[in-house]
Structure formats: structure tokens, C-alpha cells
């Protein structure tokens, strides 16, 4: 009697799910800079990820706006998954426990590599239907990633379902997804870092990201007169300062970068400016620190220059935290000061 009753089920049993549709690796040759991309292709959905848009903001270029790229990037495997910049987690004011434990475990370089975090970490992701030519001229959606322009990565967000769902409404897209500086990386606040041009960073990276899509989106299929930027939280703000940045000026070789602007849950958000009181102690807390003690107080931008930009990671994440805790909610979002 139980035997009957198992036979029907063993045809469940032994069934394999359906792999996902796969198609050869698609390749797209990337005109400025030079660059040949390898992608996947995986249920009618081309991806790109990774692809670089700016020299590394390391060393020299540490706490300074994002440099285009210069010279051939050669092959790129867009394969993996991108990097995330550096995350803050947690807040390690000692007043929230247990948070402030989690806070300074996760905020060690340790466990951001684990993460896959790092700052080399200036990339753009971009997604097509299967098969687009480059003379496609698809309209081109521009997601920025929210977080509280404290942590938030493009591996979050992967925009193969909305890519699909455009192809089921006959009203196909490309999918652009950049990677920006969060936290203390991409907006330290300080008089001296507004003296030295260096304010803002994220939203920097963020508009240099939409630079290489006006230059590169075409060898995808994607029209770059037809780019609509897209954000959340932190990245609907983004969208609101895009607009605002250099007094609404988005031109770019001569073309707007965009055409529209969507923000979900983010729009106009009270800032201070880059060099208030609360920004400058969270700058000057940075530079009196032990590692610092042994040298000279910075005392002007030329200083900042050659110190900052050789600052150790582990205290810019630490001085984010410190600055997330001690003001205002999402204390990072400033404006760019002229």
C-alpha cells in the first residue's frame, strides 16, 4: 500500500530543475577609453559588469575628484561581481550597543575585503536584451543605489528582471548601474577639503559615470540622448543634485547627459555646508588622530594634498562613523559649494 502511494512521487524526486538559459559570452568593444568588455548571457539578459570609468581614486588620487581614464583598458571581464567601495555599516558610537561592536568589527579592512570592498572600486555596470546591436538606440535607464551616502554598492541591485520586463512590453532598455564613493571616501566635509576642490566626491564619481555612458552607451545599443537617471533614497537625492549641480548645467561635449529624472523616496533634503561646524570637527578629528600626532597639523590645502591623500583607510572609515553619529541623519549630503 505505501509503495503504491510513493510511485507517483518519484518522478518529483528525481526531476532536475531547468537550467537557465544560456548564449555564448556577448563581447563589446568600448570606444573612450578603448575597451573590449566580455559579458554573460543568462534568460535573454546580456550583462556587463564591472567595467571601469575612472582611474583608481587611490594613493595620489585618495580624497580627490574622480579622474577619467587616460590610456586602453585592454580586455575587460565583465563577468564577476563588481567591488563595492569602501562600506560603513555600523555606527561605533559607544552609546549604541550592541551596534557599536558590529560597527567597528565591520569596519575593519579585514572584513570589507571579505565583503568585497575596496577603492578601486569606480565601476558601471550595464544590462541589454540579448542579442542588441549597437545600432539599437535603446533608451538608457541610469539606476544610483541609496544607503545614506554611507554604504550601498551596484552588486545590490541587478537590473536583469526590469530589463526583461521592457522586452514583455515591446519598450526594451539598457540598464546602467554605477559604483560611487560613500561615507568618508566620498564626502569628507572640511574647509580645507572644499578649499582643495575635493568636496562631494560621490556625486562627482556619480556625473563623471554618466560622462562615459554619453561616451560608451552606443557600443551597447543604448541611444545616450535618450538617458533617464534613477535613484533611491540616497540615490533619489543623488538624482535631485544631479540636476542642481553647476547651477542645472548637465552638458556634456555640447548634450545634455539626461533627459529625465525619477526619485523614489528622496528628493530635497536639509544640508549644512561642506566647511560647518560639524563638518570641520569631524575634519579636524580626522586629522589629529595618533597617526597624525607624529607630524604637523594640516594646516592648509597644500597639506591636505599630500597627507590626506596617503590617509589610511581605517581612519576615513572610522571618521565617517564618528560623523554619522555625532549630527543629523544622512549628515553627508552637501551640497557643492563654488
Same mark, same amino acid.
Given at each position: 500500500?505505501?509503495?503504491?502511494?510513493?510511485?507517483?512521487?518519484?518522478?518529483?524526486?528525481?526531476?532536475?530543475?531547468?537550467?537557465?538559459?544560456?548564449?555564448?559570452?556577448?563581447?563589446?568593444?568600448?570606444?573612450?577609453?578603448?575597451?573590449?568588455?566580455?559579458?554573460?548571457?543568462?534568460?535573454?539578459?546580456?550583462?556587463?559588469?564591472?567595467?571601469?570609468?575612472?582611474?583608481?581614486?587611490?594613493?595620489?588620487?585618495?580624497?580627490?575628484?574622480?579622474?577619467?581614464?587616460?590610456?586602453?583598458? +585592454?580586455?575587460?571581464?565583465?563577468?564577476?561581481?563588481?567591488?563595492?567601495?569602501?562600506?560603513?555599516?555600523?555606527?561605533?558610537?559607544?552609546?549604541?550597543?550592541?551596534?557599536?561592536?558590529?560597527?567597528?568589527?565591520?569596519?575593519?579592512?579585514?572584513?570589507?575585503?571579505?565583503?568585497?570592498? +575596496?577603492?578601486?572600486?569606480?565601476?558601471?555596470?550595464?544590462?541589454?536584451?540579448?542579442?542588441?546591436?549597437?545600432?539599437?538606440?535603446?533608451?538608457?535607464?541610469?539606476?544610483?543605489?541609496? +544607503?545614506?551616502?554611507?554604504?550601498?554598492?551596484?552588486?545590490?541591485?541587478?537590473?536583469?528582471?526590469?530589463?526583461?520586463?521592457?522586452?514583455?512590453?515591446?519598450?526594451?532598455?539598457?540598464?546602467?548601474?554605477?559604483?560611487?564613493?560613500?561615507?568618508?571616501?566620498?564626502?569628507?566635509?572640511?574647509?580645507?577639503?572644499?578649499?582643495?576642490?575635493?568636496?562631494?566626491?560621490?556625486?562627482?564619481?556619480?556625473?563623471?559615470?554618466?560622462?562615459?555612458?554619453?561616451?560608451?552607451?552606443?557600443?551597447?545599443?543604448?541611444?545616450?540622448?535618450?538617458?533617464?537617471?534613477?535613484?533611491?533614497?540616497?540615490?533619489?537625492?543623488?538624482?535631485?543634485?544631479?540636476?542642481?549641480?553647476?547651477?542645472?548645467?548637465?552638458?556634456?561635449?555640447?548634450?545634455?547627459?539626461?533627459?529625465?529624472?525619477?526619485?523614489?523616496?528622496?528628493?530635497?533634503?536639509?544640508?549644512?555646508?561642506?566647511?560647518?561646524?560639524?563638518?570641520?570637527?569631524?575634519?579636524?578629528?580626522?586629522? !589629529?588622530?595618533?597617526?597624525?600626532?607624529?607630524?604637523?597639523?594640516?594646516?592648509?590645502?597644500?597639506?591636505?594634498?599630500?597627507?590626506?591623500?596617503?590617509?589610511?583607510?581605517?581612519?576615513?572609515?572610522?571618521?565617517?562613523?564618528?560623523?554619522?553619529?555625532?549630527?543629523?541623519?544622512?549628515?553627508?549630503?552637501?551640497?557643492?559649494? !563654488?
Amino acid at each position: 500500500m505505501k509503495l503504491t502511494i510513493l510511485l507517483p512521487l518519484i518522478p518529483l524526486a528525481l526531476a532536475v530543475p531547468a537550467p537557465l538559459e544560456r548564449r555564448a559570452n556577448p563581447t563589446v568593444i568600448a570606444p573612450s577609453p578603448q575597451a573590449t568588455v566580455a559579458g554573460t548571457s543568462i534568460a535573454n539578459v546580456e550583462s556587463f559588469k564591472g567595467i571601469p570609468y575612472a582611474q583608481p581614486p587611490i594613493d595620489q588620487l585618495r580624497l580627490k575628484p574622480p579622474q577619467p581614464l587616460t590610456s586602453s583598458l +585592454g580586455k575587460v571581464d565583465g563577468t564577476g561581481i563588481p567591488k563595492a567601495c569602501p562600506q560603513f555599516f555600523f555606527s561605533i558610537d559607544e552609546r549604541n550597543i550592541p551596534t557599536n561592536v558590529l560597527g567597528t568589527i565591520l569596519n575593519l579592512p579585514l572584513l570589507q575585503t571579505v565583503t568585497n570592498a +575596496g577603492e578601486d572600486c569606480l565601476t558601471v555596470n550595464v544590462q541589454r536584451p540579448a542579442g542588441t546591436k549597437a545600432d539599437a538606440k535603446l533608451p538608457v535607464l541610469f539606476w544610483i543605489f541609496g +544607503g545614506g551616502f554611507e554604504l550601498g554598492s551596484t552588486a545590490m541591485y541587478d537590473g536583469a528582471s526590469l530589463v526583461a520586463e521592457s522586452v514583455a512590453q515591446g519598450k526594451p532598455i539598457v540598464f546602467v548601474a554605477v559604483n560611487y564613493r560613500v561615507g568618508g571616501f566620498g564626502f569628507m566635509p572640511g574647509k580645507e577639503v572644499l578649499e582643495d576642490g575635493s568636496a562631494n566626491l560621490g556625486l562627482l564619481d556619480q556625473r563623471l559615470g554618466l560622462q562615459w555612458v554619453a561616451d560608451n552607451i552606443a557600443a551597447f545599443g543604448g541611444d545616450p540622448e535618450k538617458v533617464t537617471i534613477w535613484g533611491e533614497s540616497a540615490g533619489a537625492i543623488s538624482v535631485l543634485d544631479q540636476m542642481m549641480l553647476y547651477d542645472g548645467d548637465n552638458s556634456y561635449k555640447g548634450k545634455p547627459l539626461f533627459r529625465a529624472g525619477i526619485m523614489n523616496s528622496g528628493s530635497i533634503v536639509p544640508a549644512d555646508p561642506v566647511d560647518c561646524p560639524k563638518g570641520q570637527a569631524i575634519y579636524d578629528r580626522v586629522s !589629529s588622530y595618533s597617526y597624525w600626532r607624529k607630524r604637523r597639523t594640516i594646516a592648509n590645502h597644500h597639506r591636505l594634498s599630500k597627507q590626506l591623500d596617503a590617509l589610511a583607510p581605517p581612519i576615513l572609515w572610522h571618521a565617517s562613523v564618528q560623523f554619522h553619529t555625532r549630527n543629523s541623519s544622512m549628515p553627508q549630503i552637501l551640497f557643492l559649494v !563654488s
